[in-house]
Every structure is written in C-alpha cells, then in structure tokens.
C-alpha cells in the first residue's frame, strides 16, 4: 500500500514522500540550519509539553472553529508560507489554495511560491495571506506590496527572521539552486526518480512567479539584512490592511512590534531553518504570551507534527497555528488525495485531544 492511503501520520507522509522525491528537493524541505540542533530541541520541547485528561465531561459536542481576524475557520490551523510548492508536486500551490478555500482558513502565499499570487487568491476565494521578504534595497518589495494590494489580499505577512538566508548543509550537499543547475549528481538524481520527473517535465518546471514582472529580478540568497525598523514603519504606512510579523521569538522585539502597530505576531524559527542554536519557539511563545497579555494576536508554526501539537501550541498561548513543510508531505506523499488525507488526520487528532483533556473547543476566541 502506497500513497494517500498510506497516511496515518507525519511520519507516514515524510517516509513516503522521501521515498518519491529526488533526494535534492527531499532535503531541500526537509533540510534545517547547522546541524539540526535547533529544529530537534523545539520537537522536544513540543514533546515535553503535557495535556492532563479529564473525565466525566461532556464532550460529545465538539467544535473546531476558530477565529481569526473576525473570521470564523473552519479548522484550527492554516497553511504556513512556503516557497517552491510545486517542487512537493506538480500543482502544489493550488491543492493548498482548494483546501484553504473548503476550510476557510488562511493560506501564507510565499514571496517565493511557484504560481502567482494572483491565481493562488483567485483559487483561495480570496483566503489567502501574502508573505513578504525585503530584499536589496527595498525597491522590489515595494512593487510587491502594490501587486498584492491591487490582487485583493487584506493581510500582509512579513517574514522578519531572514536577514541572511541560513546555512542548510543538506541542500548545499545535494547542489539545490534555483533555477536547477543540472550537473551529474543532480541528473542521476532525477533519473532515479521518474515519477517525479516525468510529472514535473510535463507539468513544466517551478519557477519564482511572483518576479515575473518588468525590472524586478530575484535572488534567493540576497541579502536582506537592511531591513530595519524604519522600515516596517514605512511598510506600516503603505498597508492599510492586517499586518503580521513572523519570525519573532524575543520578548523585546515582540513588545515592539506591538507598539509599533502591527495586528498580529506570529513566532517562529522559520522551521528552524535559519539559526541552530535558536531557542525552542513554543517556549517563546509562552514567554510572549506572558509578556504582551491574553488579548494581543499570537500566532505561531515551527515543529508541528500533530494534532496533539496544535492543542499544546494552543495552551501555550497561540491564536491560531500554522503548518508547513508537513503539507508538502502530504502532497509528495499522494498528490491532493494525499493533502486531504493529512488534513483530516490532523482535524481527527484535535477533535480526539479535547476530548481527552475535557475541552468542546480550543482556547481561543480572542480574535
């Protein structure tokens, strides 16, 4: 048995979309900073987190909406911004926009994401979240923050943690650039994997979409250590809709972000991908729960695995949580047959855990 019928949990999802995957894009979204130190203390310290049971409450009525900015979801989690979905599978980006739209639930479109921000929203029906990088000098994010304006997107995502991109030994061993260089290594690869390739080669090659516009070009490892905050003050006052700031995990930066106007914040070690030797970012999601009180908008994503998860990051002081690389699985696993299986395993687990620990609904009605 294979494919979406052989998901039952992430583990299930990641073996078989390493089994499908060329071992380059495998390690590209499997890949974290240094050594992997970083990803493996936040999993552990998911792990550590207890939920106590409960007995003898009725928890036969059960309700896994949340809101979010006004609106009401229809499951307790959304989709992380990712960049390079279709790498996942051919037509990635809009399995992810379909399900965002059936669940009602925000989809992060990545500054870097494989298909248009405009078509992703169109298939979204209008759920969707754009994900901003400053990069150079500014000019270019710019232009972006117009293009998703004029798109009809009403939350901006701006990804702070990425001054310089992180060194993810992995992919650098495997040669992973973009646009693909095609060298010996990377041609066995592919060759080893004609499912993939094949798939992928009809359904054409990834490509960054959103910079397909006149005087824009992008480089995946710019720097963008310019950004400051003067800048997020100008980006404060050129976006009129929802703005949140990802990447956070010091109380100080957090207090700051809050005064300075931005909705909501979301923490994250950008999937422990950037700084190995970064602290756990559940544990700073208490630490930033405590520090800006129960009604400030907390988001967070990194290291969730389950449904289990979810609740845990939801006790720990989270508005709303995110997946991401766990989603591409899912897709590699068994295309949208696959991402919908995943799902629902998940919707499964949190609906199995509040009942466990006594709960109808998860803690959280502050948005």
């Not at 910079?211 to 250590?225: L, N």
Request: charged share 25%.
């Amino acid at each position: 048995m294979g494919g979406a019928n052989a998901i039952h949990s992430y583990a299930d999802a990641r073996r078989e979309a390493r089994r499908r995957l060329p071992w380059m894009v495998f390690d590209y979204i499997d890949g974290a900073a240094g050594e992997g130190v970083a990803e493996a203390r936040n999993l552990a310290a998911l792990r550590e987190i207890e939920l106590q049971p409960r007995v003898l409450v009725n928890v036969a009525q059960r309700d896994l909406s949340v809101p979010v900015f006004g609106h009401a979801g229809r499951a307790p989690f959304g989709i992380s911004p990712m960049g390079l979905c279709n790498l996942s599978g051919p037509g990635a980006d809009l399995m992810l926009a379909r399900i965002a739209a059936r669940y009602q639930v925000p989809h992060g479109v990545s500054t870097v994401a494989s298909t248009a921000m405009e078509r992703i929203i169109e298939e979204a029906e209008g759920h969707a979240w754009f994900q901003l990088y400053f990069s150079g000098d500014g000019t270019g994010t710019t232009k972006l923050v117009e293009r998703a304006k004029a798109a009809g997107y009403k939350t901006l995502v701006m990804t702070l943690d990425v001054p310089e991109v992180g060194r993810r030994p992995r992919e650098l061993r495997r040669g992973f650039k973009m646009p693909f260089r095609i060298g010996p290594a990377q041609f066995l690869d592919f060759a080893l994997h004609p499912r993939w390739s094949i798939s992928t080669l009809l359904a054409g090659a990834p490509e960054l979409a959103n910079f397909k516009m006149p005087g824009f070009d992008f480089d995946r490892t710019e720097s963008r250590a310019a950004a400051d905050w003067d800048f997020l003050h100008r980006l404060r006052d050129q976006w009129d809709g929802h703005l949140v700031a990802k990447g956070v995990s010091h109380v100080g930066d957090a207090e700051r972000l809050k005064a300075g106007g931005v909705d909501a914040i979301q923490v994250s070690s950008h999937g422990s991908r950037q700084l190995d030797s970064a602290p756990p970012p559940i544990l700073a999601l208490r630490a930033i729960r405590e520090a800006l009180g129960p009604d400030y908008p907390l988001f967070y994503d990194s290291g969730l695995r389950s449904g289990e998860d979810v609740v845990k990051a939801y006790t720990m002081g989270a508005d709303f949580v995110f997946f991401g690389r766990a989603l591409q699985f899912a897709i590699a696993a068994g295309g949208e047959a696959g991402l919908a299986r995943f799902w629902d395993l998940i919707m499964q687990e949190v609906s199995l855990t509040l009942a466990q620990i006594g709960q109808t609904r998860l803690p959280s009605a502050r948005l």
